[in-house]
């Protein structure tokens, strides 16, 4: 079963007083894979997931060749355990280069 009513949200984690003014989409109520967003400096981001179902939900980035999908590893937040998918609601933290990225739902 996929994953419904998907909240997904992620946000630029301020390093030696530094932010990113990246205009990132918070998602609300979803059960689809998002449009690809971009993130034009990079940085150190928080991750947070919040689904009524779970099947998956993953951050990916698209790749160099334009046209594939990486799967981005997040560290858990609660656990500290790194993974490719978000199986259940959650929090993570991950250090992104600048590109294209989207959160893909299964």
Known sequence: ???????????NIPNGGKSQSDAVPGYSNISATTAAFTLT????????????????????M??????TWLAVPVQNGATGAIA???A???Y???SLPPG???????
């Open 84 to 86: 490719t998918t978000f």
């Open 62 to 67: 698209l790749g160099p060749d334009d046209t």
């Open 88 to 90: 259940a609601d959650g």
């Open 1 to 11: 079963m996929a994953a419904t009513a998907v909240y997904a949200r992620i946000a």
């Open 41 to 60: 400096g990079g940085g150190f981001y928080g991750i947070t997931i919040k689904a009524s179902t779970y099947g998956t939900v993953a951050l990916q």
């Open 100 to 106: 294209q990225y989207r959160f893909a739902i299964a």
């Open 92 to 94: 993570g933290t991950v």
